[in-house]
């Protein structure tokens, strides 16, 4: 994918520049961690059982830990590679928390962490299409991110996506360590928040999904354990719980006040016990309730993200 800078009318070339060496790759991401991933970092170069973890990171958001692996050989499987490291995690959990708990000087206990969240990353200057086709999986808790370097200092992080595909891992792997980290981690689908039976919800849902994704190019669905989360960047613009017969959309990062609300329909929320800051809330229980819902979703956009 070529990328051009404007001088003037004219487009010209920005030249791309080998990244020399992972470890290069690795000072630059773990610096930007929080800007680029919103992740917190842990520590570098971890080692456990002969195993060595290029980067241990923590996401608050779903309380869970992030491996970060960065990759200048392209010869080597990442279903291998992920699920062996998803595997050390998940049998020795007692030293990551251990590994926190030294490194932030926090308290974090077993039963804080959401296992089933943990995830691993992989990042390289580019990746095979073998790799590339490997992460074509509906439940796969592994992301490959190109991390490219062009003259006049541009860096660019760029998340390969698999196309949306059914298909589960576990039912083309026998592989014994892929079972059994399979049994504790969960990359959740909509499907898992929404029931077969949720007719309305499920039909309100893919309305206002849609709306939402048109507001801005840069929108991104982020499926979590118990919301769907609308992102741009590394932040939230809106979140949504899913129930029977209604919707609950969380407007983040604001509150009652900080809204226009003629028909009084945004309620604050006990923010305190959540883990990404103050926000507020609207009901949606009917179609006719989505344009309301937009008008109130759009001054969060223009707030932040303008």
């Given at each position: 994918?070529?990328?051009?800078?404007?001088?003037?009318?004219?487009?010209?070339?920005?030249?791309e520049?080998?990244?020399?060496?992972?470890?290069?790759?690795?000072?630059?991401?773990?610096?930007?961690?929080?800007?680029?991933?919103?992740?917190?970092?842990?520590?570098?170069?971890?080692?456990?059982?002969?195993?060595?973890?290029?980067?241990?990171?923590?996401?608050?958001?779903?309380?869970?830990?992030?491996?970060?692996?960065?990759?200048?050989?392209?010869?080597?499987?990442?279903?291998?590679?992920?699920?062996?490291?998803?595997?050390?995690?998940?049998?020795?959990?007692?030293?990551?928390?251990?590994?926190?708990?030294?490194?932030?000087?926090?308290?974090?206990?077993?039963?804080?962490?959401?296992?089933?969240?943990?995830?691993?990353?992989?990042?390289a200057?580019?990746?095979?299409?073998?790799?590339?086709?490997?992460?074509?999986?509906?439940?796969?808790?592994?992301?490959?991110?190109?991390?490219?370097?062009?003259?006049?200092?541009l860096?660019?992080?760029?998340?390969?996506?698999?196309?949306?595909?059914?298909?589960?891992?576990?039912?083309?792997?026998?592989?014994?360590?892929?079972?059994?980290?399979?049994?504790?981690?969960?990359?959740?689908?909509?499907?898992?928040?929404?029931?077969?039976?949720?007719?309305n919800?499920?039909?309100?849902?893919?309305?206002?999904?849609?709306?939402?994704?048109?507001?801005?190019?840069?929108?991104?669905?982020?499926?979590?354990?118990?919301?769907?989360?609308?992102?741009?960047?590394?932040?939230?613009?809106?979140?949504?719980?899913?129930?029977?017969?209604?919707l609950?959309?969380?407007?983040?990062?604001?509150?009652?006040?900080?809204?226009?609300?003629?028909e009084?329909?945004?309620?604050?929320?006990?923010?305190?016990?959540?883990?990404?800051?103050?926000?507020?809330?609207?009901?949606?229980?009917?179609?006719?309730?989505?344009?309301?819902?937009?008008?109130?979703?759009?001054q969060?956009?223009?707030?932040?993200?303008?």
């Amino acid at each position: 994918m070529p990328i051009f800078k404007i001088e003037g009318q004219i487009l010209a070339s920005v030249k791309e520049l080998q990244i020399d060496l992972e470890k290069d790759m690795q000072n630059l991401t773990e610096t930007n961690l929080e800007l680029v991933f919103d992740l917190k970092f842990i520590s570098s170069e971890f080692s456990l059982h002969n195993f060595r973890i290029d980067t241990l990171a923590f996401d608050d958001e779903n309380n869970s830990f992030v491996i970060i692996e960065y990759k200048r050989d392209r010869s080597f499987s990442i279903i291998d590679q992920g699920y062996a490291y998803l595997s050390l995690m998940l049998n020795n959990k007692a030293d990551f928390i251990l590994e926190y708990n030294e490194r932030t000087g926090k308290s974090l206990k077993r039963e804080d962490v959401d296992w089933s969240q943990s995830r691993v990353l992989f990042l390289a200057n580019s990746f095979t299409a073998y790799q590339q086709n490997a992460i074509n999986f509906k439940d796969l808790p592994i992301e490959l991110w190109e991390v490219k370097k062009f003259s006049n200092d541009l860096v660019l992080f760029n998340q390969l996506k698999s196309p949306e595909t059914s298909e589960s891992i576990k039912t083309v792997s026998k592989n014994k360590t892929i079972e059994n980290v399979g049994k504790e981690i969960k990359k959740y689908t909509i499907d898992d928040l929404i029931k077969n039976d949720w007719h309305n919800s499920r039909n309100i849902f893919d309305n206002i999904q849609e709306r939402i994704l048109n507001l801005d190019s840069r929108v991104v669905i982020k499926i979590n354990q118990n919301y769907i989360a609308f992102k741009i960047g590394t932040n939230n613009l809106c979140a949504i719980h899913v129930y029977k017969s209604k919707l609950d959309l969380e407007l983040l990062r604001v509150e009652k006040k900080d809204i226009k609300d003629p028909e009084n329909k945004v309620f604050d929320t006990p923010w305190e016990e959540r883990g990404y800051g103050r926000f507020c809330a609207t009901t949606i229980t009917t179609t006719d309730d989505i344009d309301y819902a937009l008008f109130l979703v759009k001054q969060v956009h223009e707030k932040f993200f303008k």
